[in-house]
């Protein structure tokens, strides 16, 4: 995976969120430090209040009757207290749920509890310590659990406090103190046992539990429900205050920097950074802001226009904060202030999210039309920025479609609007070909009208149910040239897998897109014709293993619409294994596609 630039945000409001609202749900919270829901499809929310309490929001109302009282176990005040809940997957059968709290000697606590015959009442004596952590000092406690796409417990712990991590507990694997702890407390409910694939689970010395290191106090993170992504908001010392995030699947054995690094700038002189995990973000901790609160990626349906931010706040000036990946790069900023203390963010069941502030508990909420930039809008094959007429593209926006899933236009000629969903392109509506969200990503492919050859640049839009987004100008190239992954035998129309390698000699076919001006063009949207066809008007080239081939077609594949086709011999003394497939158009080569040779 390539490194994405990080980005240094400021207190500038940021435009690309110009919709983000908070809409108070409740009021009444003494310290709220956790919100949670239990994914068992009571729609409830539980607010854990610091002193020890959890309270249950159904339906916008705060029940009178506490979840569960555990004030005789903790004090709450400072930075310790009643800190994480969560519940396991299934919770619905298991009826048991786990908290992390500081004890009266001030102690980390991880103990699972059981529900009692009352669904919104616990069972406050069926506590079963599962982990104690000595903390040797009062702050920095971490207190953050949360059940990872794995199945497993995650549990955030800050490094022991003090300032500055005196005591080297950051960097120090026989230390559970500034890590992020990865156990299993399902497999034998009441104890817990380490995932033999934890990385430091054989490593001499270290704590087997120990997932990620270099901590310093992480005050939220999370997990993309859609991907499984993580994100971790890390409070710093006295300059900085970050977002770290590592891309799913997640291995484990992440160094994310702290006491070596705070932000992006050593904290120790002369900072050694190889192998450490950099953040995606920082802000200054200065004026205002002095504290980060982690949040979520937002993937609910209220607010379409906003799924893919993370957002996340500032505890001390309640700055909230949005970041999105856009390519190469994440972009973000201020987007919304609303009050100080601003304590923890939360998600329901279907993915709203809901901020803390002083006593009060608000849902965040965003744009209710589709979001593009013009980053996302690229060629189909090769996701790189651009479009030409003609050809297929593709279209990286958020609030597309709701539901996961990849849907297609069901014939041909393919239609303007589908699935609620329409594309303009100076004007023009471009028809659609299909709709996808995949692990949260939303886009529409469609075809780039012939119409609108001749430009350098062109304006897109897309609509759902009638609301458009704002447009945005975007490059329109003679030739892209982009190849599928897919390769097929000529003989049998069968893929090309490392099974069935291509073999020298014969005859095979590539589907591409970008290859520019076509004799004979259909109409936009229908299919290519079979006889007289589409030809290429551009000098097509094919290489393999850097091999030229001898080009039998190039043109507009027959009976699809926006794609070509590139049929090849492969070279007598092409090479075996996996091999550079290059098409080139126009004196523009595509990115090389890996095939297999014999």
Known sequence: MRYLLPVLLTSLLAAQEPDL???????????PTDIQNAGDGSGRLFIVEQGGLIRILRNGALLSQSFLDIRSRTRGGGERGLLGLAFPPGFSQKQRFY?????????????????????????????????????????????????????????????????????????NLSSLLGKMLRIDVESEPGRYRVPPDNPSFDAPGARPEIWARGLRNPWRFSFDRANGDLYIGDVGQNSWEEISYSAAPIRGG??????????????????????????IAVYPTAGEDCSVTGGFVYRGNLSPGLRGAYIYGDYCSGRIRTLRREGERWTGGVALRIGGGLTTF???????????????ILRIEGSRTPRLVAAGVVNAATFAPGLTAGSLATIF?????????????????????????????????????????????????????????????????????????????????????????????????????PERPLTPNEFAFAYAVGLGRVSNPPRTGTPAPVSPPSLSQEDVRVTLAGLPCDVQFAGLAPNFAGVYQVNFR????????????IISAGGSSSPPLKTSVR
């Open 21 to 31: 609202r908070a809409v108070q749900i409740t009021g009444g919270i003494n310290a």
């Open 99 to 171: 908290v992390n709290y500081t004890d009266l000697n001030g102690d980390t606590v991880i103990a699972m509890y059981r529900v009692s015959s009352n669904p919104d009442l616990a069972d406050a004596a069926s506590e079963t310590i599962l982990l104690q952590i000595r903390q040797p000092f009062a702050n920095h406690n971490g207190g953050q659990l949360r059940f990872g796409p794995d199945g497993y417990l995650y549990v955030g712990m800050g490094d022991g406090g003090s300032a500055g991590d005196p005591q080297g507990h950051g960097q």
């Open 254 to 279: 992440q160094n994310y920097g702290w006491n070596v690094m705070e932000g992006l700038v050593c904290f120790r002189s002369g900072c050694n950074m190889s192998g450490l995990v950099l953040p």
């Open 346 to 360: 939360g998600e329901d069941e279907a993915g709203e999210i809901y901020v803390a502030s002083g006593s009060n």
């Open 397 to 497: 926006a958020a609030g597309l479609s709701d539901s996961a899933g990849i849907i297609s236009a069901p014939s041909l000629p393919l239609p303007s609007t589908f699935s609620g969903v329409s594309i303009t392109v100076n004007g023009v509506a471009a028809p659609i070909h299909s709709l996808a969200n995949v692990n949260g990503s939303e886009q529409v492919n469609f075809q780039v009208p012939f119409e609108a050859a001749g430009r350098t640049t062109v304006t897109i839009a897309v609509s759902r149910a009638g609301a458009p987004s704002a447009s945005v100008d975007v490059p329109l190239l003679n030739v892209q040239p982009g190849v599928f992954t897919q390769v097929v035998h000529n003989a049998d129309f069968t893929l090309v897998t």
């Open 570 to 581: 492969v070279p007598p003394n092409a090479p075996s294994g996996a091999q550079d497939l």
